[in-house]
């Protein structure tokens, strides 16, 4: 069976970190686009790929509004991949439930953060953690 369980997010002041971790069990390399969206109260129809990455060749995407302060990576085992993203110096504007997702049809990691939705057969993704950031 196929889960995503993130982990890490929390209240964190303006210019603090945070590392959230996304494990990934039942794991194949059929589902080899992995990335982290994030979504505002309120926005509920406007996720935001933030971050993916191709766990085969380790290529990445970061959305403008991250580029330069998150860091996506991830950690292979049998059946099981640990997805993480470092984030720092977090804003107000990063404020929202960051979820792990993962798509079976996506080519690229860009792809998979630009074009991926969660009404697609081929997509899997976890509930979710909130990240806060207040001062």
């Known amino acids: 069976q196929v889960q995503l369980v993130e982990s890490g997010g929390g209240l964190v002041q303006p210019g603090g970190s945070l590392r959230l971790s996304c494990v990934y069990a039942?794991?194949?390399?059929?589902?080899?686009?992995v990335g982290w969206f994030r979504q505002v109260t309120g926005k509920e129809d406007e996720d935001e790929g933030v971050s993916c990455i191709n766990v085969g060749d380790g290529s990445t995407y970061y959305s403008d509004s991250v580029k330069g302060r998150f860091t996506i990576s991830r950690d292979v085992a049998k059946n099981r991949l640990t997805l993480y993203l470092e984030m720092s110096n977090l804003q107000p504007e990063d404020t929202a439930t960051y979820y792990c997702a993962t798509s079976a049809e996506m080519p690229t990691a860009q792809m998979m953060c630009t074009r991926w939705a969660k009404s697609s057969p081929f997509s899997i993704w976890g509930q979710g953690t909130q990240v806060t950031v207040s001062s």
């Open positions: 039942g794991f194949g390399l059929d589902q080899n686009m």
